[in-house]
């Protein structure tokens, strides 16, 4: 299978400052997920400040995840993004692996995420459902309010070996 890189999956570099610049450019092929312009600013300057994973297919950035730790016990997936050209391909999980491994490592034992719930029948944000669910994340919360009405969260909760 070809999964965006001939003969194996993409490069992934750990725990790095990501590039704020590389990141928001990452984002804006996004609109879908990341419309709010106050969020994709943030989310590109956390990616300079907090541990960033990156991924790229012949030496080309495709998409990376910051997270942040809550606690001496969980961490959370602050924000990952992938090119939309490379959606399926394996580049999400190869991200995500690279974050449970640094997390697990420091002793952390729960890994969360939070996204749009299914209360909002947009399919992007049921594909993101479905990616995480696929990776061993369980719902643990709706929380309706917590980005306001409009954008009804769900807080997605993966315990960690």
Request: hydrophobic share 40%; charged share 25%; net charge negative.
């Amino acid at each position: 299978m070809d999964n965006g890189r001939r003969g194996g999956r993409p490069s992934v570099q750990g725990q790095v400052s990501g590039s704020p610049e590389a990141c928001e450019q990452i984002l804006r092929t996004l609109p879908q997920w990341f419309g709010i312009e106050e969020w994709v600013v943030r989310y590109a300057e956390d990616a300079g400040r907090l541990p960033t994973f990156t991924a790229a297919v012949d030496d080309t950035l495709v998409g990376f995840l910051t997270v942040r730790e809550e606690n001496r016990y969980a961490a959370e997936i602050h924000v990952m993004a992938v090119l939309p050209e490379y959606h399926r391909r394996g580049v999400g999980t190869a991200l995500l692996e690279a974050a449970e491994e640094h997390v697990r490592g420091r002793g952390i034992e729960y890994l969360q995420v939070k996204t749009l719930s299914a209360s909002d029948p947009d399919v992007n944000f049921a594909r993101t459902r479905a990616f995480y669910l696929a990776a061993g994340f369980r719902p643990l919360q709706e929380l309706p309010d917590f980005w306001g009405p409009e954008n009804p969260c769900l807080q997605l909760v993966k315990k960690l070996a």
